[in-house]
């Protein structure tokens, strides 16, 4: 049997989800006879081919996060938002109580120790949105894993679950928010 | 005794909830009876001693009609929560136990209706758990918990609301503020005072200071008011007590929110977070 094919991602997040999926540690060898990652942090594969399923650890904080986002849903069967910031902005979207120029202002130019103060602005970079949107503002989502981070084990009963041909359900000993 | 007396007898001061028969004293609501009886009904404004508010809605029961099956309503049929046709739906907090009521409580369906209550009230205010100093010990999480809620479903609000933090001891952020009127009731009820009050309608009901200023700082809150501990979220906070206890140890680490009388755990814990 062909091996069902992984591909993750981190938007605006902070990479704690990819960290926590490693924590699974010896048992990721197991998991590894049955699954094989695509795009992803842990094989630097640059972009989506055809997937069964789509890890997105943050939410969705500019141009790039989109156009990321949609290569996901479009390769991928199955979509998870996985972890706080790509179920509901999470922390990053404490910003949207202010506007951009405000946030901009204080990171790059009122900031404690800043020097030579200015607004980045260059072509390389990816323009920020005016405010940080779960991914379900985007995408459709087919199921989501809370936590922040979801815990390995969280991560190995859903994929357990998928992997059985069954409906993910999360036991409640491994559903929190934070 | 004929067969109909002892039916009486047996009705006159029990009421059932989920096929489970329950007593009740004149006077009590269908959450007094269900809680003296060490059933649980999911609530958030709900707490003993002060005067039922009814604003969650969590605590939604179904109540058999007693005339049940003779006329159906074709509108509740199709709406997409409807459970029984022949009942209607009411606040436990709120609606007074009458001999006989067949209530529906712990059902899927009503559970359903709960969760998709607690989804908005999550979407409706700022509930970024992993930054709260609650997270744990709050009873809207736990409730979110507890219902199996994944994800809040409808799009964020992400309303700007005012912080207070004029106060020396007391901090107010009505980001995580549910309109409970818990601390509102406490104040006012208990404490002697009266501190705070809702304002405005709809979406524009936000909690409001009753001083001067309309800030903490010049009212007469004081941190040995059960107002100022009461709060079942993030909203009402002690200042200087955050992330006292270890991931692990918080109330809903070890406890279910679905235990009858934690309230007086919760309260103590936040009167005092080093024991
Ligand atoms: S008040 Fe409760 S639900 Fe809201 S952010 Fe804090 S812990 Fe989460
Ligand atoms: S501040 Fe807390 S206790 Fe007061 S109404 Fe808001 S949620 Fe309820
Ligand atoms: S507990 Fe009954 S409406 Fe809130």
Redesign the pocket.
């Given at each position: 049997m062909s091996k069902i094919r992984i591909a993750t991602t981190s938007l605006a997040g902070c990479f704690g989800c990819h960290m926590s999926f490693l924590d699974m540690d010896e048992r990721l060898v197991a998991l590894l006879e049955h699954v094989e990652f695509n795009r992803s942090p842990f094989t630097d594969i640059k972009h989506c081919g055809p997937c069964d399923i789509g890890l997105i650890e943050g939410g969705v904080c500019n141009v790039e996060n989109v156009h990321v986002l949609r290569e996901f849903r479009d390769n991928c069967k199955i979509l998870i938002a996985v972890g706080a910031c790509a179920i509901n902005g999470g922390v990053p979207a404490m910003r949207n109580h202010f506007n951009l120029r405000e946030c901009l202002e204080e990171a790059y130019v009122n900031g404690v120790g800043v020097v030579n103060p200015q607004i980045p602005n260059d072509v390389e970079l990816p323009l920020l949105l005016d405010k940080v949107h779960p991914i379900h503002d985007v995408v459709r989502v087919d199921y989501y894993l809370p936590g922040c981070p979801p815990s390995a084990d969280a991560f190995l009963n859903i994929l357990g679950d998928l992997l059985a041909g069954k409906e993910p359900s999360l036991p409640n000993n491994l559903l929190h928010?934070? | 005794m004929s067969a109909d007396t002892k039916q009486n007898l047996i009705t006159q001061n029990t009421i059932t909830i989920d096929g489970q028969e329950i007593p009740f004293q004149a006077g009590q609501t269908i959450m007094d009876a269900a809680l003296a009886a060490g059933v649980y009904i999911p609530h958030l404004c709900h707490r003993q001693g002060l005067t039922p508010h009814g604003s969650c809605k969590l605590c939604v029961v179904d109540i058999a009609s007693r005339s049940a099956s003779s006329h159906n309503s074709n509108r509740r049929l199709q709406a997409k929560f409807a459970v029984d046709a022949d009942s209607r739906s009411a606040s436990a907090c709120t609606m007074p136990a009458v001999a006989g009521q067949q209530i529906s409580n712990n059902t899927p369906a009503l559970n359903e209706v709960r969760k998709t209550i607690t989804q908005m009230l999550?979407i409706e205010?700022?509930?970024?758990?992993p930054?709260?100093?609650?997270?744990?010990?709050?009873?809207?999480?736990a409730m979110?918990y507890h219902l199996g809620m994944l994800d809040g479903h409808f799009p964020q609000f992400f309303q700007h609301r005012e912080v207070d933090a004029s106060h020396p001891t007391i901090m107010l952020d009505r980001?995580?503020c549910i309109l409970c009127e818990l601390c509102v009731r406490a104040s006012r009820e208990v404490d002697g005072k009266n501190v705070f009050a809702i304002a405005g309608r709809g979406i524009n009901a936000h909690l409001v200071v009753n001083s001067a200023s309309g800030k903490l700082v010049d009212s007469d809150l004081e941190t040995s008011d059960m107002a100022a501990h009461i709060c079942p979220?993030?909203?009402i906070l002690i200042k200087e007590h955050g992330y006292e206890v270890p991931i692990g140890q918080r109330t809903f680490d070890l406890h279910q929110v679905s235990e009858i009388g934690l309230e007086k755990i919760i309260l103590t814990k936040a009167r005092q977070p080093d024991e």
């Open positions: 928010y934070d | 999550f205010g700022n509930h970024i758990c930054s709260c100093e609650k997270c744990g010990d709050c009873t809207l999480q979110a980001d995580r979220v993030g909203a």
